[in-house]
């Protein structure tokens, strides 16, 4: 990533689009629109401090929305460029209302409100589409209850769980635990308030709050409008509290999730949805079985699915490692339902096709392997290109040349041509990246010949 | 008439495309949706099967 952004030869633009492509293999005039981050990109350090100060929360959407960012933001910390940029849709200052202190507090004066997109035309002999893949919405599937059961998450999800640098510092804190501690934080926030105010009273009328109000509760003081107003306040401050201390003796029996559940070809492999095999599931989830486990030595995962499909260099041993040394059950069936137990525990009832039994059984956390979909908004930069899509709206390819979309001159790589692994990915890329320089080179060599 | 190349996308494919593009000396310009570059690899924490570190 870093060589990206300091190789000389590669002109990175960052928050762009394509809007335009005309003419053809060899000579093609792209049009591309830079869009306004309202931070000058030669001025920004990337230091950050702008988001420091910046009031203005939203949730993150690098982190799938388990942390928060500011409305000032870099996309995620060793992010390249590291230009920091204004989230116009949650800005204050952009929304019409007083604001700046971003402004304020950049020293390099980086920040520009003003700033529009930039229009930017370009001569190309070849274009590579590498636009990647989205990951499938499981909230479509009912039975998996995804959302609705806070401890049903996605596999990426979980990732952002298990990353050191994640919202829970590579602690596997549940999503429901994580709730309830927020909901203390922000009760403890108005506790805290509603102490102050009380605590003034007590020193006025020099009398414990909790004393004063059996008395009042008594009959006594009954027209002293002062009093009733330190009656009033002391009630508020209760509401608060009390659902406070009992949210505190809950999050005492909070520990990291221990007994995970995979559930593979969530959205693949079925008809409803895609039938195709998304590939590099089946490994992730041994993956993300594996890291848990390094994460925490107690954990037990067992990973759902018809078959483990573990093809690719090492992948089989890797698989049968998992197997060995990191507490991991392959199950062999699929899962029909996901029910809430007791404590927030999910429960999964499936058929066990090896016994030819229903089961159910309860877990701490259900991690769902979900499907790689066609990129949104495929179908416009497919029809701005000019090339076809498949029937799944991935980038038409033929066997005999993988890498060659529809149109001469225009190369893939990468989920946008179908979905694969990293490994896979790179390869492709190189063959993509080798493709054009072929056209790149034969350019060259016309230019040559025309000066001769 | 130019000899540059366009790479959509800025994940590991874009990214890689790029690499050896350049690396040939030809000029790239990588053309990136979101504020970074990185795509979905730059989201996971390890890789299989070899445990690296994704970033």
Known sequence: MLDVGRHPNIELLAYSEVEKVEGEAGNFKVTIRRKGRYVEEDKCTGCGACAEKCPTVVSDAFNEGLGERRAIYSYFAQGIPSTHTIDADHCRQLNGKKCG????????????????DRILELDVAGIIIAAGYDVFDPSVIPEYRYREIANVVTAIEFERLLSASGPTGGHMDRPSDRAVEAEIAGLEKKAKKSQKAISK??????????????????????????????????????????????????????????????????????????????????????????????????????????????VGKGFEEYKIRGGNNSNITYVRGRVAEITEGPDNNPVVIYEDTRERKVKRQEFDMVVLATACAPIKGIAELAKTLGVELDKYNFIKTSSLSPVDSTTPGIFVCGCAESPMDVPESVAQASSAAERAAEIAFQMDLEKEKAVA | ??????????????????????????????????????????????????????I
């Open chain 2, 1 to 54: 008439m130019s000899k540059d190349i366009l790479v959509i996308g800025g994940g590991i494919a874009g990214m890689q495309s790029s690499l050896d593009l350049a690396d040939m000396g030809i000029k790239v310009h990588l053309v990136e949706k979101l504020p970074s570059i990185g795509g979905k690899m730059a989201q996971l924490d390890k890789t299989f099967p070899t445990n690296d570190c994704a």
């Open chain 1, 101 to 116: 202190i971003c402004a304020k507090t950049c020293q390099a004066e980086a920040i520009n409100f003003d700033q529009e």
């Open chain 1, 201 to 310: 009273l007590e020193e006025k009328f020099n009398e414990p709050s909790a004393q004063f109000y059996k008395k009042y509760q008594a009959g006594e003081y009954k027209d002293d409008e002062d009093r009733k107003k330190w009656a009033d306040k002391y009630t508020a401050h209760l509401a608060v509290t009390e659902p406070l201390e009992e949210l505190k003796k809950q999050a005492e029996g909070f520990t990291v999730a221990k007994r995970l559940a995979f559930i593979q070809c969530v959205g693949s492999r079925d008809f409803r949805f895609y039938p195709f095999c998304s590939g590099y599931c089946c490994m992730h989830s041994i993956k993300e079985a594996i890291i848990s486990h390094e994460h925490e030595p107690e954990t037990t995962s067992s990973i759902f699915g018809m078959d483990i499909r573990a």
